[in-house]
């Protein structure tokens, strides 16, 4: 599945913060009063009062997204098995396009060929910059 396709985003700005701030503590209110509760959270949708049913992890990742939005940052989805150009895998990094290559060409991250062209697991780069992390800090 190639990114540009699979990313949702919404830039900062796009939405009121003060909206998505009263939003998130709605959405912590309510896990907050039901932290035992598995699946499903019953939200009500506002424009036709009806409710809407949402597994609890979505409701989880709705509010983590809320919480960035009320911070003024913009937010991207990205499913998790998205494949990245050696481009948007460099960006994800922080390092230049011929650092990731090479990286790529030691075996450091997986990719694989399409055509002429490497595509990275978004998994892969993510598992990468963990890894790197935790060395850093050490």
Same mark, same amino acid.
């Given at each position: 599945?190639? @990114?540009?396709?699979? &990313?949702?985003?919404?830039?900062?700005?796009? @939405? =009121?913060?003060?909206?998505?701030?009263? $939003?998130?503590?709605?959405?912590?209110?309510?896990?907050?009063?039901?932290?035992?509760?598995?699946?499903?959270?019953?939200?009500?949708?506002?424009? =036709?009062?009806? $409710?809407? &049913?949402?597994?609890?992890?979505? &409701? %989880?990742?709705?509010?983590?997204?809320?919480?960035?939005?009320?911070?003024?940052?913009?937010?991207?989805?990205?499913?998790?098995?998205?494949?990245? %150009? %050696?481009?948007?895998?460099?960006?994800?990094?922080? @390092?230049?396009?011929?650092?990731?290559?090479?990286?790529? =060409?030691?075996?450091?991250?997986?990719?694989?060929?399409?055509?002429?062209?490497?595509? &990275?697991?978004?998994? $892969?780069?993510?598992?990468?910059?963990?890894? =790197?992390?935790?060395?850093?800090?050490?």
């Amino acid at each position: 599945m190639a @990114v540009r396709s699979a &990313v949702r985003s919404v830039e900062p700005g796009e @939405v =009121d913060a003060e909206e998505a701030e009263r $939003a998130l503590r709605r959405i912590k209110d309510c896990l907050g009063r039901h932290p035992e509760e598995p699946d499903p959270i019953e939200v009500l949708v506002e424009c =036709d009062g009806r $409710a809407l &049913v949402l597994p609890r992890p979505a &409701v %989880t990742l709705l509010a983590q997204i809320l919480g960035q939005l009320a911070e003024g940052r913009g937010v991207s989805i990205v499913p998790s098995e998205a494949e990245l %150009t %050696t481009q948007q895998a460099a960006e994800l990094l922080g @390092v230049s396009r011929p650092y990731l290559i090479g990286l790529l =060409d030691s075996g450091a991250i997986p990719c694989r060929k399409v055509g002429r062209h490497r595509r &990275v697991p978004l998994s $892969a780069v993510l598992t990468y910059k963990r890894a =790197d992390d935790e060395q850093r800090r050490r």
